[in-house]
């Protein structure tokens, strides 16, 4: 596969001698916004590790825009792949500046005119400038999730590795940081992957969904099964009706 | 409505700033009877601190001052420190949010659970030990024996808030605060843990504010709620009428909730310049 932003084949991945993940296969086309649903332990954080290379015990096959991954750390990987954590809370250095936060990727590539391009990212993430020499405890939970999405999108990176990016948000800051991100890949043609366990976004930023269960894919679906609740899946269809009854009023 | 268990007036909170004293929470009033109510509102709209003021958690420099805040003939504004932990956990008691922080680490689960009891009530120790193995029971524990021995970094999310419920339920409250009890779990385990809640609290004929930012999570398991925003109430409803909510605020955190058959290609946000009253700048 050649066209593929993310090709995994039967990649497995363990923590030290528990495996976790187990002969994963799927691509995601370049920009295609693709889930991955699960519980909580059903390893779709993992795979995100394993891709950006914090999980390094991994077995398989894993290329991204068509260059394969090597177990070590890489440099140049890291300008076309970057994730954004799940907890903005834990994610930004606690004694850094957003600004020291944003201009880091830029020094540790040696990428100059860094003045500017935090400048044009605050902008971009819709934060105020006035944030730019903040430290993160003197932001609120969806701007420090804004810096943290700008601090992955300073490389100008192509695929983003989205790890549950509003699950510590309030609803209306999700919708928020939604709009962001979609409107962020719609200006720069970015392709997501993202951990979700929740469906209802799924259905508002994605395409695909690939459904898993104690590490193992159990179903790939397109959007548009979900929005009808044709999965196949008994568990698929057990999480929707999870979720769907929470969405329906009592 | 008879008595209220809980009867609140003009309730403030006040934390000094730099720039001067800022109202966390502005003069709010409601009663609560024996019925679940739901206090919904983002981050920092004050839900929290409510929350925490009626059991008198907020700390110096933070300052609460209401007109009356009763609870069940008790008048909590005159209340000394010394008073306060004589109701706190034994006839109001708080859930919090997340387990992985509100559990002692180095104490087993059941040592915890035993020592909320203790506190108000002497015991034999036997009888501990079976009022402690039957709440783990009441909050859907299997094995409780086996979990009673475990330490919090050994038991899941959901177990944990589980068992942060059995702590707070045993010493039978007549009123349960929990605020957000639910926001650090997973959708499958947040219906089992409220279900608890809600069968422990209707079981008993508790009374119960539920926390919470997640407007259709409260309007399921409530029968009252309020939306508050920055610090006021702005609105007081039927859980039943959520969706006829009138106030823009509510209405905008209704529509700002991707719903599963999503077709809008953008969420409508809350457009805050058209009811905030320039709060917080």
């Known amino acids: 596969m050649t066209d593929a932003a993310i090709h995994l084949e039967n990649l497995s991945i363990s923590y030290g001698k528990t495996p976790v993940v187990h002969d994963v296969t799927f691509s995601v086309a370049e920009g295609e916004s693709f889930a991955l649903v699960g519980e909580s332990g059903s390893g779709k954080s993992t795979i995100l590790r394993a891709i950006t290379g914090l999980a390094p015990d991994w077995t398989g096959a894993i290329s991204v825009l068509g260059k394969p991954r090597g177990h070590a750390p890489d440099r140049d990987f890291a300008k076309i792949c970057q994730m954004v954590f799940q907890d903005p809370y834990g994610s930004i250095h606690p004694r850094k500046t957003v600004d020291d936060c944003l201009a880091e990727p830029l020094a540790v590539h040696g990428i100059g005119g860094r003045d500017t391009r935090v400048k044009d990212m605050l902008a971009a993430v819709g934060l105020d400038q006035r944030f730019r020499f903040r430290f993160p405890h003197q932001l609120s939970g969806g701007q420090r999730q804004r810096v943290a999405i700008a601090r992955a999108l300073m490389l100008e990176p192509r695929v983003m590795l989205l790890d549950e990016p509003t699950s510590a948000l309030d609803v209306s800051v999700q919708a928020e940081i939604l709009n962001l991100l979609k409107k962020l890949r719609r200006e720069q043609g970015l392709t997501y992957l993202m951990v979700t366990h929740n469906l209802p976004v799924v259905s508002f930023l994605c395409d695909r969904l690939a459904v898993m269960r104690h590490g193992r894919v159990v179903e790939i679906a397109d959007v548009a099964a979900l929005k009808t609740g044709r999965l196949a899946d008994p568990y698929s269809r057990e999480l929707y009706a999870a979720s769907g009854g929470a969405l329906q009023p009592a | ?281």
């Open chain 2, 1 to 281: 409505m008879t008595v209220p268990l809980l009867d609140i007036e003009n309730l403030t909170v006040t934390f000094p700033t730099a720039t001067g004293p800022v109202d966390v929470v502005k003069g709010i009033s409601f009663s609560l009877g024996r019925e679940r109510l739901g206090i919904v509102g983002e981050s920092g709209s004050g839900k929290s601190m409510t929350g925490r003021a009626i059991l008198k958690l907020i700390r110096r420099p933070g300052r609460v001052t209401a007109d009356e805040m009763v609870f069940d003939g008790i008048d909590l504004t005159t209340q000394s420190e010394k008073d306060m932990r004589h109701l706190r956990g034994a006839r109001i008691s708080m859930v919090m949010q997340d387990p992985k922080f509100s559990l002692n680490p180095v104490m087993t689960v059941g040592a915890q659970i035993a020592e909320a009891l203790v506190t108000h009530k002497k015991l034999p120790r036997r009888e501990l030990q079976a009022r402690v193995l039957s709440m783990l029971e009441a909050v859907r524990i299997n094995e409780p024996e086996r979990v009673a021995r475990l330490y919090p970094h050994e038991v899941s999310g959901g177990m944990g808030q589980r068992i942060m419920i059995a702590m707070m339920l045993i010493p039978e409250p007549d009123l349960l605060i929990a605020d957000e009890p639910t926001s650090a779990l997973d959708v499958s385990v947040q219906a089992q843990v409220l279900d608890i809640i809600d069968d422990l609290v209707t079981g008993k004929g508790m009374g119960l504010i539920l926390i919470s930012h997640d407007l259709n999570l409260v309007a399921r398991y409530c029968d009252r709620i309020l939306v508050m925003n920055g610090g006021e109430i702005v609105e007081e409803c039927k859980a039943s009428e959520l969706h006829q909510a009138r106030h823009p605020y509510t209405r905008g955190l209704l529509a700002a909730m991707p719903r599963m058959d999503e077709d809008r290609e953008e969420l409508p946000v809350l457009d805050r310049s058209t009811w905030t009253t320039g709060a917080g700048t």
